[in-house]
């Protein structure tokens, strides 16, 4: 009997003790609130002090690890190594040759762009002087008026042009325009 009493008498206190603790203590619901509080307040300091340089990095993390995941998946995989290094010397050398074909393609397609224009070119100007006559402004043949060839007020007119741009100003010779310009 003094044992069963001894037990219920244990219980009693374990069950007190119990309800202090909870009555004392915070239940996990908040232990895990206040952890929660303790990381976000913890990430916020370190990533004060993280210099940008660092915050950077997570783009780099973008490109180095599925590269390094690539490379560890190479080195365990079940080939030996003799195999490996074949078939990986393989595909360097398909990718290089793969590049040199399309560099050639282009080349070539560039040089055969480059003579249809000249080709046109050429026609073009053939045409224009078998027809007599261009598309330019006149200024190849003499008449600057109205042209981008017609000089500004700081240029000068070049002497084999000066009858012409006179003709196309209305002038029979440079002694009329210095008359004009001294009324």
């Known amino acids: 009997m003094k044992t069963t009493k001894l037990i219920n008498m244990g219980k009693d206190h374990a069950q007190d003790a119990f309800d202090m603790a909870r009555d004392y203590l915070p239940s996990t619901h908040q232990l895990a609130k206040a952890k929660m509080k303790m990381d976000k307040r913890l990430t916020k300091g370190v990533a004060k002090v993280m210099p940008k340089k660092a915050k950077r990095m997570g783009l780099a993390k973008l ?11 190479l080195l365990f995989a079940p080939k030996s190594g003799k195999e490996l290094r074949t078939d990986v010397k393989s595909k360097f050398i398909d990718a290089k040759d793969t ?3 399309k560099e050639k393609e282009w080349k070539e397609k560039g040089v055969e762009k480059a003579q249809d224009l000249k080709e046109n070119y050429m026609d073009k100007t053939t045409t224009e002087h078998e027809d007599g006559h261009s598309n330019e402004a006149e200024s190849a043949h003499g008449n600057v008026h109205g042209t981008p060839a017609e000089p500004t007020e700081d240029e ?3 002497a084999d042009k000066l009858s012409e741009t006179l003709d196309d100003l209305g002038y029979n010779s440079e ?4 008359e004009e310009e001294n009324k």
Do not use: F, K, S
């Open 156 to 158: 000068t007119i070049p």
């Open 63 to 73: 490109i180095i690890l599925p590269l390094a995941g690539v490379l560890v998946g």
């Open 175 to 178: 002694e009329e325009l210095v």
């Open 99 to 101: 590049a040199m074909e």
